[in-house]
Structure formats: structure tokens, C-alpha cells
């Protein structure tokens, strides 16, 4: 019978593949920083999204701005995202996701706080490109980190209960924009508690790195070496 050696598995674009060092249940994933930092993350944004879907042409035209301006500014934020997603995907691949999720924070953070502030086009025009921009970084982590932080095994229930809390962080969105319009006769001070979460979720993924994780190019994968007699009688022949 053929003996076996082991050699490193492929690498990618150079690159060790990571994988988990262990596939993580539910249960321990819930127990650990990086889910909640991303969970809770991602669900804040699909709060926002929510929210400024429904009520971005109000909060644009209390600024003065026509409907126009708010279909420009859809189909600007559209755009970012489709033209950003294989570069950010790119970046992903190659940088912490961690620190990744803090960029995609601070934008938003960002945005949040200059929107009640902004009275040009050229102003809204970067606010659309910054929002593009820091969507596009949720999608591609919440596809993302997942698998490469807890495995693939239960991948799919630790995914599911991700979404659970983003769909009921969606729902509130609106209610949340409606609320403060209705207790304080503007959306800014919701613009300013949203920046101010976003900020400290910032802080807090910058500091919390994903479970511990062994590159895959370290695994060893057989490769069957025929027996040194084969050899022999080969090489006699």
C-alpha cells in the first residue's frame, strides 16, 4: 500500500486561507464579544437603513431640499454600493474584520452627525457616497465573518439568530425616526443618539478581535507516496 506525506493546503492571492480552529455551537458563540460586537452592529445599521428609507425625503425636504434630490440621492447610494462591493470584498480578505467593521461604524458615524447640517449638493452628494460606502461594509461582513469566526458547522443557526436581530432592529427603525419627529419637532436628535452608538460600537470592534483562528495553510492535506521497493523495481527496469 502507497504511504502518505502531508504538504500545506493551497493558498489564495498569496494569502493563507484562515479558518476557525474550532467549529463553534450557538451556545458558545453567543458567549463570546465578537458576535454580539457584530450582531449588534450590523443590526444598528439595518435600524438606520430602515429608518432613512422611510423618512430621508421628510428629513430632506425639512432641509429644503426637493423629491428630486432625494431620488438623486437614492440612486447615488445605490450606485456606491454595487461599484464598492468587490473592492471592499477584496479588503476583507486581507484586513482584520474587525477593524473593517470599525471603518464601515465611523463613516456612519460621521454621516449621521453632518446630515441635519448639510444645505448643498455637493454636501448631500457626499453624504450619499459615505453611506454607499459604509452599507456596502455591513453586507460584506454580515455574509462574512460569520463562517470565519465560528466554522462552518453550525453556521447556519449562528447566521440565523444574526438575522433575527437584525430584522427586529429594522422594524424599529421607523419608529424610532417617528418618535422623535413627533417629541421634538425634528430627526436630529435621533441623527446625534444614532452617531453617538455607532461611535461607541466603533471603539468597541477595534478592540475585540474574531475567535481564535489557525490559517488553513498550516493544515495538512495526504498526499500518497509509493513505496520505496516500487520505486526501485521501477527505476531497475
Known sequence: TATQVTAPAEQCCGQPEYASAKQWTVAEAIRTQAFWVFALATSLIGLISSGLSL???SVLTNQGFSKETFY???????TIGLLTKLPIGWIGERW??????TVGLVLQALCMV?????NSMTGISAYGVGMGISGTITTVLFFTVWSKAFGREH???????AQLLTVVASAAGPIVFARCLQQFGSYSPAFMFLAGVSSLFAVWSWFVPLPNRIPTSKATAPI?????AEITSSSMT
Do not use: C, D, K
Open 96 to 101: 482584520s474584520l474587525n477593524r473593517l467593521l
Open 155 to 161: 453556521l447556519g443557526q449562528i447566521q440565523a439568530l
Open 114 to 118: 453632518a446630515l441635519p447640517f448639510i
Open 55 to 57: 423618512f430621508n425625503e
Open 224 to 228: 500518497p507516496i509509493r513505496p520505496s
Open 72 to 78: 438623486n440621492l437614492i440612486t447615488l447610494t445605490g
